[in-house]
């Protein structure tokens, strides 16, 4: 007999018959009931793992911060932020450079000189330290006093050859550049080969600098660039050996690039990408001082 409350008129609360013709079928016998219900709950906590399954896919990738791990993105804007310290000591040292020119009539050598020498010890503390552990400290400071190094020697070189920080600006972004895109490119690559002879150019080119330089400073060779000023058949010896070590920096920018691939891909921790940043400023500061005396060369001949 039905009950008076509609609302249980409703086949669940009517005969068995009349249950199972119900499409809801709410009104199983209790097994059946249980079997339902437990494939009804599979059935959500499937569609929850799937659910959650195509949110891990659609979700963006996982950065720096959150594997602690070396990227490639994370190492160069470690790499733009040291050049931007860089940058700012830089002003620093051409201003202190031209500070005395007013009073004496000559730029003062300080700011290029501390430079030089505290980016020379930092390098190496770096360089034999950051096996056991990284110090971003020291790489920032190593770039403050690159700064003051790339500063003061290019006020002194613009005193001199008006206009030739902006073209050994301009040639060493350019060189960057082409290189930066023949490597994405996959069309330039680190091999043992040329790596070997990369090692043999280089050695042969310390070996030259440091010859160069006593001559130079006992009074031999009284060029502004010594040996670099002397000309072979009306070409300057440096703008030869210019050239070659413009493609030995260029060089030594894939196998900067290539080393932080490799350490990308070896899951090395976050923090190296400090060491690939200075890696590649060592490099570009380089480039940028060779690229300086190849147009100095150049153009204190003519």
């Known amino acids: 007999m039905a009950l008076d409350n509609p609302a249980f008129n409703n086949p669940a609360f009517q005969d068995s018959k009349a249950a199972k013709t119900y499409p809801g079928r ?3 016998t209790p097994p059946a009931a249980q079997t339902q219900f437990a494939t009804a709950q599979h059935a959500g906590t499937d569609a929850a793992a799937q659910a959650q399954l195509e949110g891990m896919y659609t979700a963006p990738a996982a950065g720096a911060l959150e594997t602690d791990r070396m990227t490639v993105e994370d190492t160069i804007w470690k790499t733009v932020g040291l ?9 620093v040292g051409w201003v202190w450079t031209m500070s005395t020119v007013a009073a004496t009539g000559q730029p003062t050598l300080t700011p290029w000189l501390i430079g ?4 020379f010890i930092l390098s190496l503390v770096v360089i034999f330290t950051s096996r056991k552990k990284v110090r971003p400290a020291l790489i920032f400071a190593y770039a403050a006093f690159e700064g003051l190094f790339v500063g003061g020697i290019s006020a002194y070189f613009e005193m001199i050859w008006e206009g030739i920080v902006l073209q050994a600006t301009l040639g060493t972004l ?3 550049g082409v290189t930066l895109a023949l490597f994405a490119s996959g069309k330039i690559r680190a091999s043992k080969k040329a790596t070997k002879v990369f090692m043999i150019a280089m050695v042969g080119y310390l070996v030259f600098s440091l010859l160069n330089l006593v001559l130079m400073w006992t009074g031999v060779n009284s060029n502004p660039f ?5 000309t072979i058949m009306g ?3 440096g703008l030869i050996i210019g050239v070659l070590v413009v493609i030995m920096a260029a060089y030594s920018l894939v196998l900067d690039f290539d080393s932080i691939q490799r350490g990308v891909r070896n899951g090395a921790p976050r923090k190296y990408g400090w ?3 200075f890696g590649i400023m060592v490099t570009v500061v380089w ?5 300086l005396r190849i147009i100095a060369i150049v153009r204190g001949s003519n």
């Open 235 to 237: 070409i300057p010896i």
């Open 174 to 176: 350019s060189v960057v």
């Open 226 to 230: 010594g040996l670099l000023s002397d």
């Open 26 to 28: 709410p009104g199983l």
């Open 287 to 291: 480039l940028y001082i060779e690229i």
């Open 83 to 91: 050049f931007g310290v860089l940058l700012v000591t830089a002003v």
């Open 275 to 277: 060491l690939g940043g």
């Open 116 to 119: 030089l020498f505290g980016g």
